[in-house]
């Protein structure tokens, strides 16, 4: 157990709809780390928050938006959902420094399904 | 820029003898190199990182890799598989000056009876 949670474990909801995924990252934890895995694109970076404010983009489509709240919990909202979102979505967390080479450590993951 | 190449999407092995999993990478400065392993259904989970010490760095459940300047890779061994082992790995790269994260395409690894 990584001590990263991620709610829902599944989701299951039809195109044009929207949908927010959350994280609550390890305790003292004050990076969080959003990625998408899916069969044919890999294991993709999406958004880095480093205490509460963004820090770094990845590969993150403009419908999908993140924000890191005070007590440092993160969401993930997806909007106007195609069937290509379906995918596996990871929130990782690291600790006190913000670089990404810092050792990240992940949640199980919210599996998404776009019918 | 970085970049990192996993040379097999699949490897298969027999219980009980060496694994090799290869890793080159690409990297304008000292990178610092990760190798993640992700058990089916389950979170990505660190096995082991070079940070610029040791060239040769042991992991847990067994694993160890070594750095390569020279060859630039950064390969995965360990010297006996068990069925647990049975997972897809991930190669990771990042620099502190370019200060991105890039994965590898992943590797599975079987593990034959």
């Known amino acids: 157990d990584s001590g990263v949670t991620q709610t829902p474990k599944h989701l299951i909801t039809a195109t044009g709809q929207r949908v927010t995924l959350r994280c609550s990252p390890r305790?003292?934890?004050?990076?969080v780390y959003w990625y998408q895995q899916s069969l044919d694109q890999g294991l993709q970076f999406l958004i880095q928050y480093y205490n509460g404010e963004e820090r770094a983009k990845g590969n993150i489509l403009e419908r999908f938006s993140a924000q890191q709240f005070p007590d440092l919990h993160s969401e993930l909202n997806l909007s106007s959902l195609e069937l290509g979102d379906s995918a596996l979505y990871f929130c990782?967390?690291?600790?006190?420094?913000?670089?990404?080479?810092?050792?990240?450590?992940f949640g199980p993951g919210t599996r998404l399904l776009v019918l | 820029a970085q970049s990192v190449t996993q040379l097999d999407s699949h490897v298969s092995v027999s219980e009980g003898t060496p694994v090799l999993l290869r890793c080159n990478y690409s990297s304008s400065y000292s990178p610092s190199l990760f190798w993640y392993v992700q058990h089916p259904n389950k979170g990505l989970q660190l096995l082991l990182k070079y940070t610029s010490a040791a060239t040769l760095v042991k992991g847990i459940n067994g694993f160890e890799a070594e750095f390569k300047k020279s060859e630039t890779s950064f390969h995965l061994t360990k010297p006996s598989a068990h069925m647990s082992d049975a997972a897809e790995y991930f190669c990771?790269?990042?620099?502190?000056?370019?200060?991105?994260?890039?994965f590898g395409k992943g590797t599975r690894l079987h593990i034959l009876p």
């Open positions: 305790s003292g934890d004050l990076s």
């Open positions: 990782a967390s690291s600790g006190q420094g913000m670089a990404q080479i810092e050792t990240q450590y």
């Open positions: 990771v790269v990042s620099d502190s000056r370019d200060d991105k994260i890039i």
